[in-house]
């Protein structure tokens, strides 16, 4: 129910040790994308962990520019030899944009399970009707939506969406890039338990059932998030978050589908 981010950690030794550290503290979830240029990186730091590789849960994405049926096939297996890796455990669609063609792009990607280059299909960013629209076209099965998802963004429609297709929800930016330290209703619930504001974040989505994949970089952080798996919020904590009525998406790039 957690995994580490690695979106704009870009930093290559900060990023190897991240990983690294995050594997040997109990994490088993690394996310990752072509997009991110960090994936050579991110495969240094699960081989140097004393981790088997079988099990980490390793995901990452296709680009935007590489969802043509043989560009897919290309990149993603450019990306099993930058990750150091045979397979993936999950490869999403990043975005429903530009070159993405449902047919086939989802195509490509059932391919790529036949071949076990990855076991999983994942989407990520796709709105209601794009998520139903996956579903029908893709004969793996769609396994997770990667979305933002945060108390300041809680995407009750893709969730109940996502629910009726049994697809399972991948939050990132999990923390609304660090906005939730500034909600008092989340203040006020980490002191009541001497937690921090993250850590409330991160129990109220493992409440949803959603899997959060913060990016945190250096120790303290890893671990701050780590322990948010003790926390266990009360049903008077989870209906205050749940009361929070506001709509702050933070990743709204002019390509995004909404």
């Not at 990452?60 to 043509?68: C, F, M, R, S, Y």
């Not at 993936?88 to 086939?104: F, I, N, T």
């Not at 008092?184 to 959603?210: F, M, N, P, T, Y």
Request: aromatic share 8%; charged share 30%.
């Amino acid at each position: 129910m957690l995994g580490l981010g690695t979106w704009q950690n870009t930093d290559a030794d900060e990023c190897r040790n991240a990983v690294q550290t995050a594997l040997e503290m109990g994490y088993r979830h690394i996310d990752t994308a072509q997009a991110y240029g960090n994936e050579a990186e991110v495969g240094e730091g699960i081989a140097a962990a004393d981790v088997d590789r079988d099990d980490v849960f390793l995901a990452t994405k296709v680009w935007i520019d590489e969802l043509a049926y043989d560009d897919v096939i290309e990149s993603t297996e450019a990306s099993l030899e930058k990750l150091g890796v045979d397979y993936v455990d999950l490869l999403y669609v990043h975005w429903p944009s530009r070159e993405y063609d449902a047919e086939e792009t989802l195509a490509a990607f059932d391919e790529l399970v036949d071949r076990g280059l990855t076991e999983r299909v994942g989407i990520s960013n796709f709105e209601p009707e794009q998520v139903r629209e996956a579903v029908e076209l893709s004969e793996s099965g769609v396994f997770a939506n990667q979305i933002e998802m945060h108390p300041l963004l809680q995407q009750e429609e893709l969730r109940e969406v996502c629910a009726e297709e049994d697809i399972e929800i991948v939050a990132y930016s999990p923390l609304a890039r660090g906005a939730v330290f500034d909600v008092d209703v989340l203040s006020d619930i980490a002191e009541k338990h001497d937690a921090s504001e993250a850590q409330v974040s991160l129990a109220w989505l493992r409440e949803k059932g959603v899997t959060a994949i913060p990016k945190a970089t250096s120790e303290a952080h890893i671990r701050d998030n780590w322990e948010s798996l003790a926390l266990e919020l009360d049903d008077e904590d989870v209906a205050a978050i749940d009361a929070i009525d506001v709509e702050d998406r933070r990743v709204d790039p002019g390509f995004a589908p909404w």
